[in-house]
Antibody, heavy 116, light 112 residues
């Protein structure tokens, strides 16, 4: 059974940093692109970032480019999102998702709150 | 921020048919990018409902169907059931300067 479990969310002040993790199991992690998608409270889904199978190719939404860094550890079957210079508008539930064509499996999400 | 537009809400009685539109542009759906649909039940993660415009993953009832034409796509739910009450999102890929994955604005389906 495919499982994606996010962790690392929490409350931080504007300008702060957080590192999210996504532990994968039930599939060959190193064979899939992985992505982060976020959802602000009461709002829709917004794609954040993606990473290819060996971690050498990464893509970012303009809104997070230069502030967020996606990475992966295929030996640990774990996806990461380092978030720096956080802003109030980054407040959201962050989902990790497996992608082969569509986003076919999603984690349950981890809540990030940026507030003073 | 969303470049795919959906109606905010649709509703129907049990057993009825409802459709949700997803309107894009020449840089995404109109460029040939496939459309996928996701269902998000209250308080849960999104779940893949339709992929590649009109394909259902294993386990998704055939009450759900998708179509695509030009710069738009649609999701149809026939034989509406109470458990279908959820938010639905379309998703595609945008080939513009800031190439990226794009989601629709989302549609709340209410079963009357």
């Amino acid at each position: 059974e495919v499982q994606l479990v996010e962790s690392g969310g929490g409350l931080t002040q504007p300008g702060g940093s957080l590192r999210l993790s996504c532990a994968a199991s039930g599939f060959t992690f190193s064979s899939y692109w992985m992505h982060w998608v976020r959802q602000a409270p009461g709002k829709g889904l917004v794609w954040v970032s993606g990473i290819n199978i060996d971690g050498r190719t990464t893509t970012y939404a303009d809104s997070v480019k230069g502030r967020f860094t996606i990475s992966r550890d295929n030996a640990r079957n774990t996806l990461y999102l380092q978030m720096n210079s956080l802003r109030a508008e980054d407040t959201a539930v962050y989902f990790c998702a497996r992608v082969r064509w569509p986003f076919d499996y999603w984690g349950q999400g981890t809540l990030v709150i940026v507030s003073s | 921020q969303s470049v795919l537009t959906q109606p905010p809400s649709v509703s129907g009685a049990p057993g009825q048919r409802v459709t949700i539109s997803c309107t894009g542009s020449s840089s995404n759906i109109g460029a040939g990018s496939d459309v996928h649909w996701y269902q998000q039940l209250p308080g849960t993660a999104p779940k893949l409902l339709i992929y590649g415009n009109n394909n259902r993953p294993s386990g998704v009832p055939d009450r759900f169907s998708g179509s695509k034409s030009g710069t738009s796509a649609s999701l149809a739910i026939t034989g509406l059931q109470a458990e279908d009450e959820a938010d639905y999102y379309c998703q595609s890929y945008d080939t513009s300067l800031s190439a990226s994955y794009v989601f629709g604005t989302g549609t709340k389906v209410t079963v009357l």
